[in-house]
C-alpha cells in the first residue's frame, strides 16, 4: 500500500481510537480521577482499538498468532513511550486551555505522525524489513 492511502487508513483507525481515548480521558475526569490516571487508562483502551485496527487494517497483517505476537511486544514498547511523552506534553499544556480535554487533543495531534512512523517502520514491519 502507497504511503498516502496508508496513512489515511491509520488516520481512520486513529481517530476511532482517539474517538475512544476522548471519551474515556473525560468521563474519568467527570469522576474526579487525576490527570494522569485518566490519560494513562484513556490511551490503553485506545491502544487496544488501534492494535487490532492498524494489525489488521492499516499493515495488512496476518491474523495468526505468530503475526499478532510478532508485532506485539514492539507495540507495547512504542505506546509506553508514547503514553510517557503524552502526560509529560499534557502536564505542560493543560495550563493553556480552559478545558483538560482540549490539552489532550492537541498533543494527541502533535504524537500523530511520529507514531505513523514508527509503526509503519518497526511495529508492523514486514518479515523483519522495513516496508518498501
Do not use: C
Request: cysteine-free.
Amino acid at each position: 500500500m502507497r504511503i498516502g492511502r496508508q496513512f489515511g487508513v491509520y488516520v481512520l483507525g486513529g481517530a476511532l481510537a482517539f474517538g475512544l481515548d476522548v471519551a474515556v480521558f473525560w468521563l474519568l475526569r467527570q469522576w474526579g480521577a487525576p490527570l494522569w490516571l485518566a490519560n494513562g487508562v484513556a490511551r490503553l483502551a485506545g491502544a487496544a482499538l488501534a492494535y487490532g485496527f492498524h494489525h489488521l487494517w492499516t499493515f495488512h497483517q496476518s491474523a495468526d498468532k505468530a503475526a499478532w505476537g510478532a508485532s506485539a511486544w514492539r507495540y507495547a514498547v512504542q505506546w509506553m513511550a508514547a503514553t510517557a511523552l503524552s502526560i509529560g506534553l499534557l502536564q505542560a499544556a493543560v495550563g493553556f486551555f480552559e478545558q483538560d480535554v482540549h490539552a489532550k487533543i492537541l498533543v494527541e495531534a502533535v504524537l500523530l505522525v511520529g507514531n505513523f512512523l514508527l509503526a509503519r517502520h518497526w511495529v508492523y514491519r514486514k518479515n523483519g524489513n522495513h516496508w518498501p
